[in-house]
């Protein structure tokens, strides 16, 4: 096994080396890596999610200021292929210093980014060792990776073989190459009923509608403004804080939409005559998957479900367009429930490397295991959700 770690492009190799077996290689500079990155995003063979596109994760670096802190994990094969890639984050934390996967809660998947569909077979004890030898040569006490779904696209996720389950899951669907038959199977008859005749109600009471996914900078402005007032506006409801009103996650999300092949893709049902936004879904974007990551509507209009309906207009573009995969992300909705028919089960694998870091992986598997036991619960979680109001007074 080979581990080689690179503190900045051009500086020296540090590390073990032993002939054959898997290589574990750590980058600290995003640039060094770019090339790389983009070959295996480019070639067909290439697997993984939309959240390991380059694009996605130099952006949410750039714009959050956690550049300076990334670290790319590289594992090649014996003959030197590159066969796995793992962006990450160095956080330091009290006596210890941990890579987490990057991206935070933003990325519902961490999964990590494969040459092909076989390097998922590669053993989850090789990998863990190659790893952990790469984290030691690093400095690194444990490598803490959230939102790792067990099973990819029918590929067993190696990195996920010791996770803990996660408190939530995440929901979608496989979408058919005919897209109205692939609206037929999502929604129901009677679904698709009350649809039609809200979006006929709608259209009458306010003027023509209009789908719309933002083709041009502006568009990606306004539907992105668009949403943070119906969020904020939500979340204000809900007494709760709005994960989306730091600057750094706007500027994320503006970097992300923009240019001719965005990582994220924004859709919107407008009032055609005006523009005004009755709804916006944004999501990570491959040329395979929609993974849906935030949604907002106009509780103005929100006797008309806009948000439904931009749902089901959304399902059948993403059909039209050939993608094969939508999801919904991680955590529980009515929405979700409702048309997807698939449940991807999520785990958090902390992997340790040093005696501090085995030690961070007992408090972090009891913290998401109590965390797991009390979303899971209906009486805790209640328990739970009356002790946050009581502290946000």
């Known amino acids: 096994m080979t581990v080689i770690v690179h503190e900045r492009a051009g500086a020296d190799m540090i590390g073990e080396r032993a002939p054959g077996g898997l290589a574990a290689e750590i980058v600290a500079d995003l640039s060094a890596v770019e090339?790389?990155?983009?070959?295996?995003?480019?070639d067909p063979d290439c697997f993984g999610t939309p959240y390991?596109?380059?694009?996605?994760?130099?952006?949410?670096?750039?714009?959050?200021?956690?550049?300076?802190?990334?670290?790319?994990?590289?594992?090649?094969?014996?003959?030197?292929?590159?066969?796995m890639l793992l962006p990450l984050v160095l956080v330091r934390e009290?006596?210890?210093v941990v890579a987490r996967s990057a991206g935070d809660a933003h990325a519902n998947y961490q999964?990590?980014?494969?040459?092909?569909?076989?390097?998922?077979?590669?053993?989850?004890?090789?990998?863990?060792?190659?790893?952990?030898?790469?984290g030691r040569a690093g400095g690194i006490d444990a490598f803490v990776l959230r939102h790792q779904p067990r099973v990819w696209d029918g590929a067993i996720n190696p990195l996920a073989a010791t996770g803990e389950p996660e408190a939530s899951d995440a929901y979608g669907l496989i979408l058919?190459?005919?897209?109205?038959?692939?609206?037929r199977r999502v929604f129901?008859?009677?679904?698709?009923k009350k649809m039609r005749s809200k979006e006929k109600r709608l259209a009458e009471a306010h003027g023509p509608l209009a789908y719309r996914r933002a083709g041009t900078p502006e568009e990606a402005r306004a539907f992105l403004a668009a949403f943070y007032v119906q969020k904020s506006a939500r979340f204000a409801g809900m007494g709760i804080a709005d994960p989306y009103a730091a600057e750094p996650i706007r500027r994320f999300l503006a970097a992300a939409a923009s240019g001719a092949d965005p990582a994220i893709e924004l859709h919107a049902l407008v009032l055609a005559e005006t523009g005004r936004v009755l709804a916006v879904f944004g999501g990570a974007v491959d040329g395979a998957r929609y993974s849906g990551m935030f949604t907002a509507f106009d509780p103005e209009f929100g006797r008309f479900s806009p948000g439904d309906l931009l749902l089901q207009h959304l399902v059948r573009d993403q059909a039209e367009r050939g993608r094969r995969g939508f999801d919904l992300g991680v955590g529980e909705a009515r929405y979700k429930a409702s048309?997807?028919?698939?449940?991807?089960?999520?785990?958090?694998?902390?992997?340790?490397?040093?005696?501090?870091?085995?030690?961070?992986?007992l408090v972090r598997v009891g913290l998401t295991r109590a965390k797991r036991r009390v979303k899971r619960n209906p009486r805790l979680r209640a328990a739970a959700e009356r002790l946050g109001a009581l502290r946000r007074r």
């Open 111 to 134: 999964f990590p980014l494969l040459a092909a569909r076989d390097a998922a077979a590669i053993p989850a004890a090789a990998l863990h060792a190659a790893l952990a030898r790469a």
């Open 35 to 42: 090339a790389l990155w983009r070959s295996m995003e480019a």
């Open 176 to 183: 058919g190459p005919d897209p109205e038959a692939t609206v």
């Open 339 to 361: 048309i997807c028919d698939e449940t991807i089960e999520m785990v958090e694998t902390v992997l340790p490397v040093t005696l501090r870091g085995r030690a961070y992986r």
């Open 52 to 83: 390991q596109r380059f694009d996605w994760i130099a952006s949410y670096l750039r714009a959050t200021g956690t550049d300076g802190e990334a670290r790319v994990a590289v594992l090649r094969d014996a003959r030197g292929r590159p066969r």
């Open 188 to 192: 129901s008859a009677d679904a698709r």
């Open 94 to 96: 009290p006596g210890v």
